[in-house]
Every structure is written in C-alpha cells, then in structure tokens.
C-alpha cells in the first residue's frame, strides 16, 4: 500500500483544523477587542455621567476670577453635597485678628510710640510725628487735634516712661476714634403693627471692588455665628456673578439666596423679593447686595432710592452699610460723600485694614460722615471680619 495519500490526506486536514483554529482565535481576539472598545465606551460614559456637573439653578461664570476665599459649592436646589460650615463665633475676632492690623511691617502705633520715646523731643520730632499721621490717612483736623493733645500733655506731664509714653497715646488714639459712638448692627426683627413678623433689613452699598459682596457673605457668617437666621438678596443684577459669589457664601451656612437669573434684572424687585421671603418666612435679618457701578450721582441716587422705597414696602432699612476699601484713601472718601449722601448711611465697614499702613482712615472716615466705623475686614478669609471695637483695635495698631 502507498502511504503517500495519506499522509498528504493527514497533513492536508491539520492545516485545515489548525487554520480554523488560527482563524477562530483572530475572530474571539476581535471580538474581545471590539466587546473592549464597547465596554470602553460604555464605561466612559458612565464615568462621564457620574462625574458631570448636576443641573443646578447656578451657571458658574467662567470669565469671573475665581474667588479664592471662597470654595465653589452646590446651589441651594440641590443641598446633598454641601456640607454646612459652622462660622467662628463673633466674640473676641477682632483680638484674634489683631495682627493683622501689623502686617504690613511697623504699625502707625509703633512708629510714633519710637519717635515719642526719644529723649528731648524736638521740632523736627513733632513733625516726624505729623507726618506719620498724615501718612497713614489720620486727616489733617484729627492729626493736628491730636498733635496738640499730645505735646501738651507731655510738657505739662513730662511724660518719659515708655509705658506712661505708650498709656498716653492709647489714651488719646482712642479719643480720637470716639468710642461713644453707637455701633452695635441693628439686626433685631420686628412686629408690625398688625403682627406681621418683619425682618431687620440690612442694605449693603459701596463702589464695585471694595468688597460689597465678600462682607454681605461674611457678615452673614457673623449673624449665623450669633444664632440668627439669614436671607441674602442679589440686588447687585448688574454682575450676574456677583449673584453666584453670593450664593456660594451663603450655602456654606446654609443661608438661602434670593437672586434673579438674568443679568440686568431690576435690583428693587430682588431686593422687594427677598425682603418678602424675610418676612414670610419669619426671617431675622435680610442682607441685601447691590451694585456700585452707577456711572454719576442721579443714576445712583435713583437706583438706590428705589431699592429703598419698594423693600420699605415690606420693610424699611434698619442698617445702611456702605463698605469702603481702606488702602484707596483719599479717593474713597470722596466716594464715601457721595454714597452718605443719597443712601442715608448708619454704619462704615472699612475693608482690607489688614497689611495697609492707612488704617489712620477710620478716624478720618467718621469726622468726615459722622457714621460711626462698624466692622472691619481684616483678610479674605471667610471669618476674616470683626466688629468694630475702639480699644482693641488701638491695641492692635500699637503693636
Ligand atoms: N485683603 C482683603 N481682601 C478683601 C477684604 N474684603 C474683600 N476683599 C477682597 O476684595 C475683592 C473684591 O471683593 P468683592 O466682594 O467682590 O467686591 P464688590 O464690592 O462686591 O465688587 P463688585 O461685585 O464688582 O461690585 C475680593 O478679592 C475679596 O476677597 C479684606 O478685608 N481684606
């Protein structure tokens, strides 16, 4: 028998086996590969659906600097994810940050506490002195009140001892500041005449920049802090980030936010809004927002009186607090006029004392408007905001 055929029949069928098997192999491989790319797919969408952003009601703003102070959280639709802050609380904040009133190296108290501690002062003292009050925006009635006062009394006392130096000036930095001016926040509710719960309503004005927004967020912390509740108002319509920085503060003590959607939406009638829910909702204090931008006086005048007039419809103002930035000296006092003027202020919050070597403008500020100064913000710090306190802050700039 000839073996030949069938070693070629053998050869030929192990081909055929061993190809199918090659051919069955290549089509799991692209089978897995194609079942990979689908599972893939199917897994990035998932993922993308997981990690999406949910649909809340506000639309961050991509071309605003980011607040920094600040850390992005849900809108009040959606609270699940946000985690309620408990704010520090506000008593003793102005000696915890007190010094910060010294950063920005020697402080306005240091300086002329080393020039009266010289041995014989001399002309050239004097004007040394002078001139450090000048500098740091004490204004130029109270700088030579207070130059007076104090050679007077170191003739007349012969005042040497660095300590009876130091008790000296404290004794009359603090006469220049006025302690007994009335600066408690008038936040409590009241009951109308028919029993109608209504809020303490607090506007807050000022130019753009100087901080409006980040100390209606930290006064409400504040308030909160004290134990009471809080609505804002984003009656700052003409940045519509303005309203999302708001609410952003707010969530973080779960504070709710009244705002409008659209950009350039009548500020009285979001100010009306969130007064209202003050009211209904028995609220303590209503925060109001609003914008600084107005280009002149009558724009001002008309946009504020406005605000004023339709809340008064719920509720009148019982604090108006014009926020000033004090490293803008000089010219946000002449801003300040203007403000005091058609707004009818009862309270300064002077902002950003910490690292300026102008904190001199707290004097000058309250000559010049005969409001007294209320809170401070010493830093962007959420809790970066202080009541006002005359000793303690004199404490502060003697260093
Ligand atoms: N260092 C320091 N920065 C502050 C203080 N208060 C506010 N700021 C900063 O000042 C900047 C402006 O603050 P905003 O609250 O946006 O100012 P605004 O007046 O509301 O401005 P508009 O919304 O544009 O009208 C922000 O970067 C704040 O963090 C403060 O006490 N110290």
Known sequence: MNELPWIEIIAALIVITGGGGIAGWVA????????????????????????????????????VEPDTSVEPVEAPTKPARSVVET??????????????????????????????????LTEDDWDEIEEELLLADVGAGPTTELLEALRTKVRVLGVREPAAVRDLLRSELVALLDPALDRTLRTEPTTAEDGTHLPAVTLVVGVNGTGKT??????????????RSVVLGAADTFRAAAADQLTTWGNRVGVPTV???????????????????????????????TAGRLQNKAGLMDELGKIV?????????SEVLLVLDATTGQNGLSQARVFAEVAGVTGIVLTKLDGTA??????????????????????EGPDDLAPFDVDEFVDGILG
């Open 214 to 227: 980040t100390t209606v967020g930290k006064l409400a912390r504040v308030l909160v802090a004290d134990g």
């Open 87 to 120: 704010p520090a609380p506000t008593a003793g904040r102005l000696v915890r940050l007190r010094d910060r009133l010294a950063r920005s190296g020697s402080p306005l108290g240091a300086r002329l506490l080393s020039v009266l501690s010289r041995d014989s």
């Open 309 to 317: 007039r339709v809340s008064s419809k719920v509720a009148a103002p």
């Open 28 to 63: 799991t491989k692209r089978r897995k590969r194609t079942h990979d790319q689908g599972g893939g797919q199917a897994t990035l969408e998932r993922e993308r659906e997981a990690t999406a952003e949910p649909d809340t009601a506000v639309e961050p703003d991509t071309t």
């Open 358 to 379: 102008k904190g001199g403008i707290v004097v000058q500020v309250q000559r010049e408007l005969g409001v007294p100064v209320k809170l401070i913000g010493l830093g």
């Open 259 to 289: 705002r409008s959607d659209r950009e350039g939406a009548d500020p009285a009638s979001v100010a009306f809004e969130a007064v209202a829910r003050g009211r209904d909702e028995k609220i303590d204090v209503v925060l109001v927002d």
